[in-house]
């Protein structure tokens, strides 16, 4: 049972990596007033770059720095028409998400000839897994040895690069000059405007950061928790992420929490897959699977409570006269 | 920020250059002329008022001054330099600051994290913070502007807010502080306060220009005003030397009568009774809190108060679009508003309760709209204006100019959308619209809001002219000259509760002030 559990967390650990870092994205980028509904695409994209780049040249970094540039350019877009333009930021986010989803399989086609998909990664060109020092020695202690041995060791670099960025943004965001401007221009632009402070560059940075940090999450997917670029792999983990961020109340520890309660549904899910329940039976695959989002739907819509958005999310900046 | 050396011409009699010049300003917005050659000359130390009726240009002319538009052409010297202000940065690099009528405050953050923002100093914002913590302490003691540095601002009374704004602009090093319609969001006592400490701040040697259209202001607090009118400056008088009447003219180009002439109220039989409504909102705050009163025809009755303390909810659950759980409200002998009663709006016209909302633009009207659409937006299922399947919108048209023409409202296009006509006109368009189905109750809320002198006047007296004909009259306004001059009989509402009622004869401005602000003033304690 302790070690049902514990590999039960070791999962969890693992899927959350693409959802912190992407939930992470959302924060920031919307603590700045820009709705980033785009999370999928940017990953998806970077998923893609980082698989198809890692392949050719056989180096995880490369393909992970290839990705976060193909991250940024979207969030480019993204910023052009949103900030520049004053679009909607919704409409300009979801066209990311669907231009990404037949792109990069069309893109992909054209190189390898695998319907769309990646040719599956040697492990030198993948981020594996870190043995933690000691890890092995301590396996036999009782308790705290299965805790850090199985649970916290041996996961891949971009996880531990996750989790390491939490606090890091909550210092950014809380501590920083740039964080309190950026706080600033989510809750009311004018005053940032007044204070004689760009709002445009700000909103800028805030969805660079989101780029930078949905291409951490988009190869995370492709080169270190799988080994290839899959069509539509993100599967909603984008949408998931913005849900988690929501129910986290656009904070970053608690975006945190729910990350790992979503990615705990999620490692619960796949454990129960042709599993034979008692009086229920075996429960149809396509039933499980949906766990992790009838939770989503159930968490924003009972248990959340007053949510409040930063003020001016979503809302294009224009002066008036 | 660009200082080009050259020096304006000294002033007569070589004292100190002006704080603020503006020299032939010039603005355009596509083919309106916001601003045409526009001069003015502040002196330090001095309160300069500024006056005129909305769009008069008073808010482009700042707006320019403190580098949120480039002007079209014409000069601007601070202390006798001309200088070229390309954003707010530069505005406050020249000592400039301004105090918005909307005010640009962080509402989730600490006082000190809105006096800091822009001015952070280093890349870490803690020794900014505790920097700006021993400077808001020393310009507290020195101008008496106490406020907690660790407080919210949503937490914050309106007036505290106001005095966090010129905190921010104090701490930015401002020498010049432009203060747009400070007062509107304030209680009388609260507007007093704000005066001692503009007068704290002459003394100091701090310049400050003053926006508003409430001459009494002017005359109370400044040195000298400007009067602006159609985008250009029309005068220039030493405040000593010049009176309300004068300057009033002078915003409207034409004689306008400040009192409101009436008669005194002959009030009838009761015509609508609120009893003990109760109204919680969804976070369990008391909006309404045990509300009684009752208005008789020919009556106006008037409902003071600082805006936000339950004057809107009231005026919501009269008309029929928040229903109430406790309490009732009788129109005309019968239930209108009750619990389980499913509130109405539609039927509630229908049977003749007139509803001016207080904010035009978000419930009054729809502005993307024509002004003939507007004029039946709650009665469209009038069978006046409908056929067996269609609109006859020839008649809503016609019907339409009819209103334009009897309340004046300029320009007379039924097919112009509401966004185009300026917001006297429009709100001439509502109250047609109201008072034309002759209802027995009508609803006013913030009738002169956004409304320049000239349709004040109009409005005033077609409320009178209701009232003599018998109709009952709520009047909900923060501007209490409206209150006092127009209504027979005054309630003041403080969070959700009616405290007090006087006669309008017997009310004075400062009896009203205290009670708005909650503090405890029967009239025979005061007396």
Not at chain 2, 69 to 77: E, F, L, Q, T
Not at chain 2, 216 to 235: H, P, Q
């Amino acid at each position: 049972m302790f070690m049902t559990l514990i590999l039960l967390l070791d999962s969890t650990l693992r899927v959350a990596t693409p959802l912190v870092l992407a939930a992470m994205a959302g924060l920031c980028s919307e603590r700045g007033g820009v709705v980033d509904i785009g999370l999928e695409g940017k990953m998806l994209g970077a998923a893609f770059v980082s698989a198809t780049v890692a392949s050719m040249t056989g180096s995880p970094w490369l393909g992970l720095l290839t990705g976060i540039a193909a991250s940024i350019l979207l969030a480019l877009v993204h910023g052009f028409a949103s900030i520049t333009h004053n679009g909607n930021q919704v409409v300009s986010g979801m066209a990311i998400n669907i231009v990404v989803a037949g792109l990069a399989p069309t893109i992909g086609n054209a190189i390898f000839h695998m319907n769309g998909d990646t040719p599956a990664l040697s492990n030198a060109a993948r981020f594996t897994a870190i043995e933690l020092p000691g890890a092995a020695a301590l396996k036999s202690v009782p308790v705290l040895g299965p805790i850090y041995s199985e649970l916290l060791s041996g996961h891949n670099l971009l996880t531990y690069l996750a989790f390491v960025l939490v606090p890091l943004i909550s210092w950014m965001l809380y501590k920083t000059r740039f964080g309190l401007r950026l706080r600033a221009v989510g809750e009311n632009p004018e005053a940032v405007d007044t204070a004689g402070i760009s709002v445009q560059w700000l909103r800028y940075r805030a969805v660079m950061i989101a780029g930078v940090l949905c291409g951490f999450a988009g190869a995370s997917l492709s080169t270190a928790l799988g080994a290839s670029f899959i069509r539509d792999m993100t599967a909603g983990k984008g949408y998931l992420a913005l849900a988690a961020m929501i129910f986290g109340k656009w904070r970053p520890r608690t975006t945190l929490l729910a990350c790992l309660l979503f990615a705990f549904t999620d490692a619960v899910q796949a454990r129960l897959q042709g599993v034979s329940l008692p009086v229920v039976g075996e429960i149809p695959v396509q039933f499980i699977i949906m766990l992790p989002y009838v939770m989503t739907v159930f968490l924003l819509a009972g248990f959340v409570g007053r949510v409040v958005a930063p003020k001016a999310d979503g809302e294009p900046y224009v002066k008036e006269h | 920020m660009r200082h080009d050396g050259k020096h304006a011409a000294s002033p007569a009699g070589g004292g100190p250059p002006p704080a603020v010049e503006l020299v032939g300003l010039n603005k355009s917005f596509g083919p309106v002329r916001a601003n045409q050659d526009v001069c003015i000359t502040v002196q330090p130390g001095t309160v300069h008022g500024i006056v005129g009726e909305n769009g008069a240009g008073k808010s482009t002319m700042m707006a320019m001054l403190y580098g949120f538009y480039k002007a079209d052409s014409g000069s601007i010297r601070i202390n006798g330099e001309t200088v070229s202000i390309g954003s707010p940065s530069d505005a406050i690099e020249l000592g400039i600051g301004m105090v918005h009528q909307h005010f640009m405050l962080v509402e989730p953050f600490t006082v000190l994290e809105n006096v800091i923002l822009g001015v952070e100093g280093g890349g870490l914002i803690g020794t900014s913070l505790r920097r700006a913590r021993k400077e808001l302490k020393r310009l507290a003691d020195e101008y008496g502007l106490d406020v907690d540095p660790d407080a919210r601002i949503r937490d914050l009374p309106v007036g505290l807010q106001q005095r966090v704004e010129i905190l921010k602009a104090l701490y930015r090093g401002a020498q010049t502080l432009i203060l747009d319609e400070p007062t509107g969001v304030l209680t009388p006592q609260e507007a007093d306060h704000l005066f001692r400490i503009l007068d704290t701040l002459r003394a100091q040697g701090k310049t400050v220009i003053l926006i508003t259209h409430k001459l009494r202001e002017i005359m109370a607090i400044t040195d000298n005003v400007s009067v602006m009118r159609c985008g250009t400056m029309v005068a220039h008088r030493a405040t000593a030397e010049t009176s309300q009447e004068e300057l009033a003219e002078l915003m409207v180009g034409r004689t306008v009568l400040l009192r409101v002439d009436k008669q005194p109220a002959s009030p009838g039989e009761c015509v609508v009774s609120v009893n003990d409504v109760t109204l919680v909102d969804d976070t369990g705050r008391k909006r309404l809190d045990n509300v009684n009163f009752s208005i008789c025809k020919g009556e106006i009755l008037g409902i003071a108060g600082v805006s936000g303390n339950g004057q809107s909810e009231l005026l919501e659950v009269l008309s029929g679009i928040t229903p109430v759980k406790d309490g009732r409200i009788t129109f005309k002998g019968h239930d209108i508003v009750a619990p389980g009663l499913r509130a109405n709006p539609q039927e509630l016209r229908r049977q003749g309760v007139g509803h001016v909302a207080e904010d035009r633009h978000r419930m009054g009207m729809i502005m993307d709209f024509s002004a003939a659409e507007n004029t039946i937006l709650g009665y469209h299922c009038d069978p006046e204006i409908n056929g067996p399947l269609l609109m006859d919108l020839d008649r809503v048209d016609k019907r339409c100019a009819g209103y334009m023409e009897r309340f004046d409202v300029r320009p007379p296009l039924p097919h112009l959308a509401a966004s185009g006509f300026s917001g006297g006109n429009q709100q001439k368009i509502v109250l047609a619209r109201e008072m034309e189905h002759d209802p027995d109750l009508l609803l006013v809320g913030q009738p002169t809001r956004g409304v320049d002198i000239g349709a004040i006047e109009f409005i005033h007296k077609r409320l009178i002219a209701m009232r003599d004909a018998g109709k009952a009259v709520l009047l909900v306004s923060v501007e209490l000259d409206e209150i006092l001059s127009l209504a027979d009989r005054i309630l003041v509402m403080f969070d959700g509760r009616i405290v007090g009622e006087v006669s309008a004869e017997e009310a004075t401005e400062q009896q009203l002030g205290l009670m708005m602000a909650g503090i405890d003033a029967e009239p025979e304690v005061r007396a």
